[in-house]
């Protein structure tokens, strides 16, 4: 901490001032600025002292690390280069990490699905990389579209996992993600996950830090785990045979270790608490018919609350912003005067609905959906529809959308 107090007031190459996290991203006047979600991503990056960015193309993310490699030729990140595929870029990525380096990469999709493997050892590792997620259909037939199904296998990886709603979400979250996955008694690696082409190529009006600002450096010194020392937990788990010729020093360590970074998991809670202000944000927390949602469903969901109004039907809203940690305590006060919980989701399966209704009791209350799937859109009136069918109010057929 010593080390990195020490940067702050003083300059990197570009003329950028190192300034103090909490003040740059909470007391430093704003900007507006009309932007893209994938520009954003860039500004954010831009001020993030990122020593290493490595980039493989997929769509909806191919703009934002092309957009980066930019940033590396003007002089604002120490290096990138493209691996040869998104299993090799999560690596690599890796390989960084382990050096000491901060270290940001993004991908989507099968992308997400190809390097899956590496990110259990990130987390098993405690390499603090946060990854961009800007979430796609992953199954046949192949859609490009926004769908949210592989946040899913992300949850149980040891990885923290956050889900942006807008672009203004990007912005913050990217600078704020790297000072909670950084503390040193957390050291996880972040998923930062937004819902495809509705966040990365629309515009919207976000507001800016100044750019002759950017974050203090990383010190990899604060790291619990040692980087690239040979002889400790838990790289020397990683490439030391011991663990091959005893079941049982195998079993042990590595179920130890196990249950530390998922304790690291939930250490995390305070620091994401204290920097995103809370876990979820409510509106209308009292009422007796809620919805429940993450990314650019809670931007439908509201939608569909002003709607909702217009018709005599009191409706509350709970943004889920941390996935990992979960805000169970949170979700359960937020929702205990509802009578019925609403989860709209751009995915198959309801995998949001499915941790709430192991959250709270009388899980009978949630209704898993609407859900649209394979790049879909929302329309708030689904939503109001699924409401209205629930209450047994007569609501308008939208046949065909939705399930």
């Known amino acids: 901490m ?78 990138y280069f493209r691996g040869e595929s998104e ?27 190809r390097a899956m493997e590496n990110f ?16 796609r259909g992953i199954n046949s037939p192949l859609s490009i579209q926004p769908d949210t199904l592989e946040i ?69 010194y604060r790291s619990p785990v040692p980087c690239m020392d040979m002889e400790c937990p838990p790289v020397r788990m990683m490439r030391d045979p011991f663990v091959m010729k005893s079941n049982y020093i195998s079993y042990a360590t590595h179920a130890s270790w196990q249950q530390e970074v998922w304790a690291a998991v939930e250490r995390s809670r305070k620091h994401t608490i204290h920097w995103l202000d809370g876990l979820i944000d409510t ?24 709607l909702l109004e217009d018709e005599g039907v009191r409706c509350g809203l709970v943004k889920v912003k941390s996935l990992r940690p979960w805000p169970g305590e949170e979700i359960r006060e937020a929702t205990k005067n509802a009578k019925h919980i609403f989860v709209p989701e751009f995915n198959v399966t309801g995998w949001l609905a499915k941790e709430i209704k192991a959250t709270i009791p009388n899980s009978e209350r949630v209704h898993a959906g609407p ?12 939503i109001v529809s699924e409401i209205k069918t629930a209450l047994g109010l007569r609501s308008e057929s939208l046949a065909g959308r939705g399930s």
């Open 87 to 113: 299993f090799a870029v999560m690596s690599q990525c890796a390989g960084a990490a382990f050096g000491g380096a901060r270290v940001f990469t993004t991908t989507a999709g099968p992308g997400t699905m």
């Open 152 to 220: 899913a296998y992300l949850l149980n990886t040891g990885m923290l996992v956050w889900h942006a709603e807008t672009a203004q979400d990007f912005f913050d979250w990217i600078l704020k993600g790297y000072m909670v996955s950084e503390e040193p008694d957390v050291h996880l690696p972040l998923a930062l996950c937004c819902d495809g082409f509705f966040v990365t190529h629309t515009k919207d009006v976000v507001n800016l830090t100044p750019t002759d600002m950017c974050l203090p450096p990383y010190d990899p």
């Open 283 to 306: 509106e209308n927390a009292d009422a007796e018919v809620m919805i429940v949602a993450s990314g650019t469903a809670v931007s439908q969901g509201r939608e569909a609350i002003r």
């Open 120 to 135: 259990p050892m990130w987390a098993g590792a405690r390499l603090p990389i946060q990854m961009i997620v800007t979430c």
């Open 2 to 79: 010593a080390e990195t107090k020490s940067h702050i007031g003083t300059q990197n190459k570009k003329g950028q001032t190192y300034t103090d996290p909490w003040k740059m991203l909470n007391e430093a006047p704003r900007k507006p600025s009309f932007y893209t979600g994938s520009e954003v991503i860039k500004e954010a990056i831009r001020r993030a002292s990122c020593d290493v960015m490595i980039a493989y193309p997929i769509t909806p993310q191919s703009e934002a690390a092309a957009l980066i490699g930019e940033l590396f030729a003007e002089g604002y990140i120490g290096d």
């Open 371 to 382: 859900h649209v799937c394979g790049g879909m859109t929302m329309p708030p009136e689904i």
